[in-house]
């Protein structure tokens, strides 16, 4: 009787366990999962993109529309030439 209430009480307790950290690990990977879409990000340096840590990797108009602006002026290599 005794023995299988400690194993029943060990199931329960290793069911609950499991669920709680199953829980627990959607709950922050839920939190901290990386979100692409441009409404939920913030600009970090105050829209001033050249020189900015994360413009390689921003997404906020500012940043594509500055990226484009790069691309534009940057010098075309002509494959032809050499
Ligand atoms: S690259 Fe993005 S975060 Fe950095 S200044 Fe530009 S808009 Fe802001």
Request: net charge positive; charged share 20%; aromatic share 8%.
């Amino acid at each position: 009787m005794f023995e299988n209430q400690t194993r029943r009480g060990f199931i329960q307790s290793f069911a609950r366990n499991t669920v709680l950290s199953i829980l627990g690990l959607l709950g922050g990977f839920l939190l901290l999962r990386k979100r692409d879409d441009a409404s939920v990000h913030t600009c970090i340096n105050e829209f001033i993109c050249h020189g900015c840590g994360v413009f390689n990797k921003c997404i906020l108009p500012q940043a594509v529309s500055a990226k484009k602006s790069m691309k534009l002026n940057s010098p075309q290599i002509d494959k032809h030439d050499s």
